[in-house]
């Protein structure tokens, strides 16, 4: 696709559910990344693929927090037993080469913790 | 945690005139990116400079750093009401994370008047 696309746009969720949040990123891209942005804040660091090796996962939260991309192209972040504090923007990332220079981003999954 | 911190936090001007913004990090790296943030948007990358490169332009961008005091600045010439957006420093680490771990500040937001 032309850009990185994610979805759902918005998630809606009762604490204690289990969600996941997709990320299609550009096709070919090698890199993918994963932030979480709370709200009037930067986004923070939770994890970073290159191809479908997980290379860094030392920002997730928790242990409820878990990301694949099993074949090197889509990834999935996957939030076990919601919390409050867990409602944030989601954002995707990729970028062509090995690197993080000139990340390229998708618009976010918003989630909501009820 | 977040290594960036703009300021100002947020910043108000009429078009036409010039934007400051002003980014302070706290480690050594190699590279520090400028993205700005429409509201509900993801984010889009502005410039790069490199630890060994004093300013560097891109259009209406002017970006400097000093690495002996750790901060960079962005300037935006004439602005128009459709620069209104956050803006955001990122910072890519020499020690201490992956190649994936870029840092990204509070952001400043800028409000373009027409």
């Known amino acids: 696709g032309a850009g990185v696309s994610q979805s759902p746009r918005y998630k809606v969720a009762k604490r204690g559910q289990d969600v996941a949040l997709r990320c299609d990123p550009i096709?070919?891209?090698?890199?993918l990344f994963w932030y979480q942005q709370a709200l009037g804040q930067g986004p923070e660091f939770l994890t970073y693929f290159q191809n479908e090796a997980q290379l860094d996962k030392s920002g997730l939260p928790s242990d409820r927090f878990f990301a694949e991309r099993p074949e090197g192209s889509v990834s999935t972040l996957k939030i076990q037993r919601t919390q409050q504090e867990d409602s944030a923007v989601y954002l995707c990332?990729?970028?062509?080469?090995?690197?993080?220079?000139?990340?390229?981003f998708g618009s976010g999954t918003q989630l909501s913790v009820l | 945690s977040q290594q960036g911190e703009e300021d100002p936090q947020a910043l108000s001007i009429q078009e036409g005139e010039n934007a400051t913004m002003n980014c302070s990090y706290k480690?050594?790296?190699?590279?520090l990116q400028w993205y700005r943030q429409n509201s509900g948007r993801g984010l889009v990358h502005l410039i790069l400079?490199?630890?060994?490169?004093r300013e560097k332009h891109s259009g209406r961008l002017r970006v400097t750093l000093d690495t002996s005091k750790k901060s960079s600045s962005l300037l935006i010439t004439a602005s128009r009401a459709a620069d209104t957006a956050s803006y955001f420093c990122a910072t890519d680490p020499k020690e201490g994370g992956s190649q994936g771990n870029l840092i990204f500040g509070k952001g400043t937001k800028l409000s373009v008047k027409p």
């Open positions: 096709s070919g891209h090698v890199s």
């Open positions: 990332a990729s970028t062509k080469g090995l690197d993080n220079e000139k990340l390229f």
């Open positions: 480690t050594s790296i190699n590279n």
């Open positions: 400079i490199r630890s060994n490169e």
